[in-house]
């Protein structure tokens, strides 16, 4: 399943400007001067870029959070357990639907 939104930066550049910015975060002031610098190189928002960086630095284990792996495998059982849910519903509907027919079908001489 795609996101609702166009990746419009491949992997790689995503990951060349993470490393651009933790690289270079010591030459700007802050972090946040450094994201806003190589953001314009790359094209992309600071805001998105900074995502980028929190992102890379939970999933290495530098920050606190939920990895990306751990999240889209939640993501996939939530799915796989509203699917179950649906079929199950469905199951009981037909199941009950059937007895109340074979009810019919007794109950006629």
Not at 14 to 23: G, H, P, S, T
Not at 27 to 48: D, F, Y
Request: proline share 5%.
């Amino acid at each position: 399943m795609t996101s609702k939104t166009t990746n419009k930066f491949s992997p790689e550049v995503r990951d060349r400007a993470v490393r651009m910015v933790l690289d270079h975060a010591g030459e700007h002031p802050s972090r946040w001067a450094a994201v806003t610098s190589i953001a314009a190189k790359i094209g992309c928002t600071p805001q998105t870029l900074h995502d980028w960086v929190k992102k890379a630095e939970i999933d290495s284990g530098q920050r606190a959070g939920v990895p990306t792996e751990m999240a889209e495998k939640l993501k996939a059982l939530e799915r796989e357990n509203r699917e179950l849910r649906q079929a199950n519903e469905i199951l009981r509907k037909a199941s009950a639907y059937f007895a109340m027919a074979e009810l019919d079908r007794r109950s006629k001489p």
